[in-house]
């Protein structure tokens, strides 16, 4: 318990400041926290109760939230939900239990599979996977980790999720196995989803699905010395990007994320149609988006901007033509003061 507390992503990321003296004593305060995370616990400790402490924060906590006003409030609930009423769980409290247990069981299974493949590889290569010192990854290191990260996990959630989990044509037995598992489980109901349904699958399908795409790209780089606190913030990032794109919700803020979740929702009500990709970059090149593609949300995100910048120069013309017209009034004022005159 005293090293989940003790976790300093967790003190930076709940930090209430904005002020760069403030700021500046949060990093202090980070790097202090994570020196002595290194020096007392072991880097696979620090590894696996930090992504189950980002899992929990990041999916399980708000899950449990969105679920609590989805139920209490339904009325108000379905007017930002996608197809409305369709969209809201099921309000059977045995129901709930059962998605809610093998959600939990799938995030035990993720952790302990983690587990066996970091002891594994640790104990092969006589190093840990991730490189965990007290010295903090450059800025470029992390941009460049997470942007490898994030691409690799794109093209393996696409092709796993269109030709895996959706292969009930495939003429492999084990694939259409497979895709009838997480039919019945994930796509249980042709609706939009909600945040608990991100792990509540049958735990193969789900392992395919969350687990290889988040953690065989890391693996990858181990030759790259990728940091763990890289990792760890990827893992924060795809959390939360999971978590909001299957909330189910119309008022997911930003154009890109709002696009991501309304992708998601179409996913989940045609479930053999496309939209198989996290961020659909390749369900665009491979012609499978159902609705907006992520071009399109693109393009509205650029027409935003610029809707901004024509604001701005308007408001910073007519500030120009108003203190203009002070300048002018002033000098008139200058110019018609009587002079005083000598006696």
């Known amino acids: 318990m005293d090293l989940l507390l003790s976790l300093p992503i967790a003190s930076y990321f709940f930090s209430a400041s904005l002020t ?29 109760i930090g992504v189950t402490a980002v899992r929990i924060v990041f999916w399980l906590v708000p899950s449990l939230f969105f679920l609590l006003f989805d139920t209490l409030l339904p009325s108000l609930a379905e007017t930002i939900k996608f197809n409305g009423a369709s ?23 993720e952790s302990a599979l983690q587990t066996g493949l970091s002891l594994s590889l640790t104990y092969f290569l006589d ?25 690799a996990r794109e093209v393996l959630t696409y092709y796993i ?69 890289t990792f760890m913030l990827f ?50 090149i491979h012609g499978t988006s159902l609705g907006k593609d992520v071009m399109a949300d693109l393009h509205d995100e650029a027409e935003k901007h610029q809707v901004k910048e024509r604001g701005n120069r308007t408001a910073d013309g007519a500030g120009n033509m108003l203190q203009n017209g002070i300048n002018g009034l002033r000098r008139s004022a200058r110019k018609s003061r009587p002079r005083n005159m000598d006696y």
């Open 20 to 48: 760069s003296w403030s700021t500046s004593m949060n990093l202090l305060f980070f790097y202090m926290t994570w020196s002595t995370l290194v020096l007392s616990h072991s880097p696979l400790k620090i590894e696996l």
């Open 87 to 109: 969209a809201l769980p099921p309000r059977d409290a045995q129901a709930l239990s059962k998605l809610l247990g093998l959600a939990l069981v799938n995030l035990a299974l």
């Open 127 to 151: 190093t840990p996977i991730f490189r965990t010192s007290t010295t903090l990854p450059l800025p470029f290191q992390i941009i460049k980790h997470i942007a490898l990260l994030f691409t």
């Open 161 to 229: 999720h269109r030709y895996i989990l959706h292969g009930a044509q495939s003429k492999t037995a084990t694939t259409k196995q497979i895709a009838s598992w997480h039919s019945c489980n994930a796509h249980a109901r042709r609706a939009a989803p909600f945040s608990l349904l991100l792990m509540a699958d049958n735990p193969l399908p789900f392992l395919l699905h969350r687990f290889i795409p988040l953690y065989l790209p890391a693996l990858a780089l181990h030759h790259d010395n990728l940091h763990l606190l």
């Open 235 to 284: 893992v924060v990032l795809a959390t939360l990007e999971e978590t909001l794109s299957m909330s189910g919700y119309t008022v997911v803020p930003g154009i890109i994320m709002g696009g991501i979740a309304r992708r998601s929702a179409l996913h989940y009500c045609r479930p053999t149609g496309g939209n198989f990709g996290c961020w659909g970059v390749l369900d665009w």
